[in-house]
Structure formats: C-alpha cells, structure tokens
C-alpha cells in the first residue's frame, strides 16, 4: 500500500486534512440533534392560543391550497387570523376567507404587493402577546400552537422557530420536491444542534416562527424592517426572516426551535427547475445576512459562538467542496502518466470508484433521518450530490450578484421603493391602531431584561402576570 501512494502524500494528505475537518464538525452537530430534546408542555402554561395567538399571513397568490393551510391553523383555535394582501387580491383572499371561517379570519390590504410592508400592517393590526407569521401553504400539525408557545414559558425567548417536512404538490414527488427534502431533513439537523449547543439558530424560518408582539410594535423595528438596504442601496423585500432573526440577536433576545413531531410543519416546494430560482433567492438572502451579522452587528460572535461558527463555515463551504473534485482530477490525471514520467502508482479507475463510493456513502449518512422513513428515495442520492456541486458554483455566483433583490419565483411582486413609499403613508392611517395596542412605544428596542419590561409585559391580562426579569446578559 505504501509503494502505492508514498507518491500521493502531497495529494491524500491536503484531501485528507479537508474530509477529517468537515465529517469532524458534522460528527459534533449530529451528536447534538441526537441529545437535543424540544421544551414540553408546561402543567400551567401562561399563554393560551384563543387569548394571546394571532396568525399573520402575507401573500398576493393564495389558491386552494390556503384553505388546507387555514383549516390546519384553527384547529389551534388561535384568536385571529390576519390575511394581508395586496389591494387587487381582496375579493379573492376574502371568498377563500369566508370558506373557511370568517369569524376568525380578516383580510387586510395594502397598496403594493411587498412582503415587509404585508407583514408590518398585520403587526400594526394585532392585539395578542404573540404573532406567529406562516405561509399561506403550511400545513400544520394539532399540537404545534401549543408547543411553540411552550417556549414563551422562558421569559428571554423572542422568537420560537419549528421544523419543516416537505409535502408533495401532486401524488408524487417529482425530483426537485426530494431535493428540497433532503435539505429540510439537512436543516432540521443543524437547527436543533446550534439550538442545543448555544441557543442560537440562524434563522427562524419564515414559514413558521412565532414572535412576542411586544418586540414587533416597536417602531425602530417597523421602520428598519421596511427600509432595509443592502450596501444603503438596495432595497430588500425578501430576508424578512433573516432580519427577525438577527433583530433577536442583536437586542438581547433568546431564540427557540421545536424540533419535534408536534411542532413539526408540512409545506410545498416548487415541483420543478424553479426550485433552482428559490434556492438562489434564499442563497443571496444567506450571503447577505450572514455578512452583517459577522462583520457589521457582530453580536453573533459573544452571543452565539457556534451558530458564528457555522456562518463562517458556510462562507468557505462553496471553495471545499469544490477542491474535492478538482484534486480528484488531478490525481486521475497524473495516474494516467507512466510512473517514469513522473506518474502515479495507483490506478486512475481507482482513484475514481474510491471517491464516487466515499460521496455516495457520507452524503447517505448524513440524509439517514430522512431515508429512514422514506428508503425509496435514496436512488436520488446521486441527484443529490450533483447538485451539491451546482450549489456550490450557484452560491459564487450568488455572492457576485447581491445587489439584485427580487423575488424571483413571484411575478406579481411591486416595486420595492414604491412600497417603502407607501409605507409611510400606511403608518399614518395605522397610528390610530397602534395606539389602541395597551402599551406605548419605546424610543429604543426593549429587552426583556429591562427594568421595566416587567411592567409593560402586564398589559394584556394583569391576572397572568410575567415573572421579573433578571440584568442584561447581552450588551447593545
């Protein structure tokens, strides 16, 4: 064996050093997805769905599939929900409505189709403790409202976040539904391991995260939610779960996710190459937060050490995985040159078959949790790996093109600067309705670690008063 690849050290031991780093971490994260355990169900929980929940829905494009997605929310029997769309789509939005439960369901509009201002005019239009923001397809589960809100039983947590399983669009899923699969199954694993390890996450996702009200009404929030700027220049709609999240970060609040089957949540991928398109919009939006929050806030690096961690990571991740392939060329290369020449020993078709078994059997390992109840799909593995390699060369590019904020996948989107325009001109009609909101707001951001939050977090309902709150942990 030595005869063999004593000429190959320069080469295996370079390749070597990358595969023992990368499955090393992975050995670490997945070791915590297994001892992670989601928060129970307290004996008496302080807040209570039909009291203190409102469900936020942005969306300019809801069809049939709402209605599944609304039937699945009010079995959680939450207090309202609040469709936000866009002027043209009330009549539409309000028939779907009105199938469902028009009781409990109000649609509400706003000049411009843009998901931010969507979401802040529900925010301004809620009166419960929490909001919770879905998609307009997410399925879920009985007992989800009751375990996310299980984690607002801890003072310090601002945003509480579950896991996600795909849903086919028709009987079966085609490809590309499988790979959004494998990546959710990928997700569910790194979510509840930084959870476990340091509390943090990256990000709640926006088909499903539920936040305190308190932390939405402020009005520095509302504004920088709506006027978000990449370089100052250009102007964000999509990311809005990225800012939440690192607005939880930065202000010193905890972040939660509910890994379990209870909070678990079913939604559908596009079912074709349009896929690819939102994987590319979710890769700028990861690129662009991830660089804030290391090299502009960087709160991340004492709050979250290991989610810091895994954004830097993820930084080099798109150059690793590409040196793999590239050295394993080069060494099929020189094994095809006599050993005279300067050649290697070791068969070219070696070196071949040795990596595709090694990408094959550490790219399964890592989907097992997945394939485990799903064992025919693992024929997509090898789709799978080739579009690790494409996900790598899309994320560069990615990276070269941080400035094009569209959608995407969504034709009917407005123009982002026309929206934020009107968003100005929406606050001032709202201001009637914040003010209705028992609390005044605050010049800065509230922690909950504030002397007094305390106070200010009895507003709704004095009879379930919240428990003190301990000195910052976080500076700002």
Same mark, same amino acid.
């Given at each position: 064996?030595?005869?063999?690849?004593?000429?190959?050290?320069?080469?295996?031991?370079?390749?070597?050093?990358?595969?023992?780093?990368?499955?090393?971490?992975?050995?670490?994260?997945?070791?915590?997805?297994?001892?992670?355990?989601?928060?129970?169900?307290?004996?008496?929980?302080?807040?209570?769905?039909?009291?203190?929940?409102?469900?936020?829905?942005?969306?300019?494009?809801?069809?049939?599939?709402?209605?599944?997605?609304?039937?699945?929310?009010?079995?959680?029997?939450?207090?309202?929900?609040?469709?936000?769309?866009?002027?043209?789509?009330?009549?539409?939005?309000?028939?779907?409505?009105?199938?469902?439960?028009?009781?409990?369901?109000?649609?509400?509009?706003?000049?411009?189709?843009?998901?931010?201002?969507?979401?802040?005019?529900?925010?301004?239009?809620?009166?419960?403790?929490?909001?919770?923001?879905?998609?307009?397809?997410?399925?879920?589960?009985?007992?989800?409202?009751?375990?996310?809100?299980?984690?607002?039983?801890?003072?310090?947590?601002?945003?509480?976040?579950?896991?996600?399983?795909?849903?086919?669009?028709?009987?079966?899923?085609?490809?590309?539904? %499988? +790979?959004?699969?494998? *990546?959710? $199954?990928? !997700?569910?694993?790194?979510? /509840?391991?930084? @959870?476990?390890?340091?509390?943090?996450?990256?990000?709640?996702?926006?088909?499903?995260?539920?936040?305190?009200?308190?932390?939405?009404?402020?009005?520095?929030?509302?504004?920088?939610?709506?006027?978000?700027?990449?370089?100052?220049?250009?102007?964000?709609?999509?990311?809005?779960?990225?800012?939440?999240?690192?607005?939880?970060?930065?202000?010193?609040?905890?972040?939660?996710?509910?890994?379990?089957?209870?909070?678990?949540?079913?939604?559908?991928?596009?079912?074709?190459?349009?896929?690819?398109?939102? %994987? +590319?919009?979710?890769? *700028?939006? $990861?690129? !662009?937060?991830?660089?804030? /929050?290391?090299? @502009?806030?960087?709160?991340?690096?004492?709050?979250?050490?290991?989610?810091?961690?895994?954004?830097?990571?993820?930084?080099?991740?798109?150059?690793?995985?590409?040196?793999?392939?590239?050295?394993?060329?080069?060494?099929?290369?020189?094994?095809?040159?006599?050993?005279?020449?300067?050649?290697?020993?070791?068969?070219?078709?070696?070196?071949?078959?040795?990596?595709?078994?090694?990408?094959?059997?550490?790219?399964?390992?890592?989907?097992?949790?997945?394939?485990?109840?799903?064992?025919?799909?693992?024929?997509?593995?090898?789709?799978?790996?080739?579009?690790?390699?494409?996900?790598?060369?899309?994320?560069?590019?990615?990276?070269?093109?941080?400035?094009?904020?569209?959608?995407?996948?969504?034709?009917?989107?407005?123009?982002?600067?026309?929206?934020?325009?009107?968003?100005?001109?929406?606050?001032?009609?709202?201001?009637?309705?914040?003010?209705?909101?028992?609390?005044?707001?605050?010049?800065?951001?509230?922690?909950?670690?504030?002397?007094?939050?305390?106070?200010?977090?009895?507003?709704?309902?004095?009879?379930?008063?919240?428990?003190?709150?301990?000195?910052?942990?976080?500076?700002?």
């Amino acid at each position: 064996m030595l005869y063999l690849t004593s000429d190959l050290f320069p080469v295996f031991v370079p390749f070597g050093l990358i595969g023992f780093y990368r499955y090393f971490w992975y050995l670490i994260r997945f070791s915590a997805f297994i001892v992670y355990r989601p928060v129970p169900l307290p004996e008496n929980p302080t807040y209570i769905a039909s009291e203190d929940v409102t469900i936020i829905v942005p969306t300019i494009d809801a069809g049939e599939e709402f209605k599944d997605a609304a039937r699945s929310w009010l079995v959680g029997n939450p207090k309202e929900i609040l469709i936000i769309t866009e002027e043209k789509m009330l009549g539409p939005l309000q028939e779907l409505a009105n199938a469902v439960d028009p009781s409990r369901i109000r649609v509400l509009t706003v000049p411009f189709a843009n998901k931010r201002l969507q979401m802040s005019h529900g925010i301004k239009n809620t009166t419960t403790d929490i909001i919770v923001f879905a998609d307009d397809d997410a399925i879920w589960p009985p007992t989800l409202l009751p375990y996310v809100l299980a984690c607002f039983e801890d003072q310090k947590v601002g945003g509480v976040g579950t896991s996600q399983r795909v849903q086919a669009v028709g009987s079966k899923m085609t490809v590309w539904e %499988v +790979l959004a699969a494998f *990546r959710l $199954t990928i !997700r569910n694993i790194e979510i /509840s391991s930084s @959870t476990h390890i340091d509390g943090g996450i990256p990000c709640l996702s926006g088909r499903t995260a539920a936040y305190r009200t308190i932390i939405l009404k402020d009005p520095e929030f509302l504004h920088g939610f709506t006027h978000d700027y990449w370089l100052g220049k250009y102007q964000l709609n999509s990311g809005d779960d990225k800012f939440l999240t690192r607005w939880m970060v930065s202000h010193g609040w905890s972040t939660y996710v509910q890994c379990c089957k209870e909070a678990e949540l079913l939604s559908t991928m596009k079912p074709n190459w349009r896929f690819l398109k939102q %994987v +590319l919009r979710w890769t *700028r939006n $990861t690129w !662009r937060s991830d660089l804030r /929050s290391l090299f @502009t806030e960087r709160y991340i690096w004492t709050s979250h050490p290991y989610v810091a961690y895994t954004m830097v990571d993820k930084l080099f991740n798109p150059f690793t995985l590409l040196v793999g392939p590239c050295l394993v060329a080069y060494v099929v290369y020189k094994s095809t040159i006599p050993v005279d020449d300067g050649g290697y020993h070791l068969p070219w078709w070696n070196v071949l078959v040795s990596y595709i078994v090694w990408l094959f059997a550490t790219r399964t390992a890592k989907l097992l949790p997945h394939l485990w109840y799903n064992p025919g799909h693992i024929i997509y593995v090898p789709a799978f790996i080739v579009f690790g390699y494409y996900f790598a060369i899309m994320k560069l590019y990615a990276l070269c093109t941080l400035h094009e904020t569209g959608w995407g996948t969504r034709s009917g989107i407005g123009d982002i600067s026309a929206a934020t325009a009107a968003v100005d001109a929406v606050s001032r009609s709202d201001e009637k309705t914040t003010e209705s909101y028992s609390i005044q707001p605050v010049a800065q951001p509230q922690s909950p670690f504030s002397d007094d939050y305390a106070a200010d977090m009895a507003y709704a309902k004095p009879e379930r008063r919240r428990p003190e709150y301990e000195e910052p942990i976080y500076a700002r």
